[in-house]
C-alpha cells in the first residue's frame, strides 16, 4: 500500500493524459494544421477554450472536496466559494475573443496552480499534490499561452 505522502502513480498518468488535448490543440494551431472532425483554427481555438473550461471546473470540484473535511468554518466557507470561481472564470472566457479567451484561461490556471500547491504547504493536501499541480498548472499554461500567441 503506498504511503499518504507518496503520489499514487495513477493520479502522474492521469495528469499527463490529461494534457494531451492541450497539446494536441495548441500543436495544431502552432504550426497551421487543420484536426480531422474539428476543423481548423476557429474551430480548434473553440475546442482548446471548451476543454479548459471543462478542467477548470474539475479543479474547482476538487477544492470544494478538500473544504468539505475543513473543521474550521470560515476557512470551509472561503474555500466553498472560492471553488466555484475556476468554472467561472472559465465560463467568461467563452464570451472573450479567442485570444483574450485564451490568456485570461493562461492567467487562470497560473494562479490556480499556485494556489492549489499552496494547499500543499499548508498541509491540506499532500505534498505529491502540489508538486503534480505545479508541474501540470505550467505544462497547461504553457501550451495556452502558445495558442494565445498563434
Known amino acids: ?3 499518504p505522502d507518496t503520489m499514487p502513480p495513477v493520479t502522474l498518468w492521469l ?3 490529461g494534457l494531451v488535448p492541450f497539446v ?3 500543436g495544431a494551431l502552432a504550426f497551421g494544421a487543420s484536426l480531422p472532425v474539428l476543423g481548423g483554427p476557429g474551430a480548434i481555438r473553440q475546442a482548446l477554450v471548451l476543454y479548459a473550461l471543462a478542467i477548470l471546473s474539475f479543479l474547482g470540484g476538487i477544492r470544494w472536496g478538500i473544504a468539505m473535511n475543513y473543521a474550521d468554518q470560515p476557512i470551509a466557507l472561503r474555500d466553498f466559494v472560492l471553488s466555484v470561481v475556476p468554472p467561472l472564470v472559465g465560463w467568461a472566457a467563452l464570451i472573450f475573443a479567442p485570444g483574450a479567451a ?3 484561461l ?3 490556471f497560473v494562479l490556480l496552480g499556485l494556489y492549489d500547491y499552496g ?3 499548508r498541509t491540506v ?3 505529491w499534490y502540489g508538486r503534480l499541480r505545479l508541474g501540470l498548472s505550467g ?3 504553457a501550451t495556452l499561452a502558445v495558442a494565445a500567441l498563434v
Open 1 to 3: 500500500m503506498e504511503r
Open 15 to 17: 495528469g499527463l493524459a
Open 24 to 26: 494536441v490543440l495548441a
Open 102 to 104: 485564451l490568456w485570461l
Open 106 to 108: 493562461t492567467g487562470a
Open 119 to 121: 494547499l500543499a504547504c
Open 125 to 127: 493536501a499532500p505534498e
Open 139 to 141: 505544462a497547461v499554461s
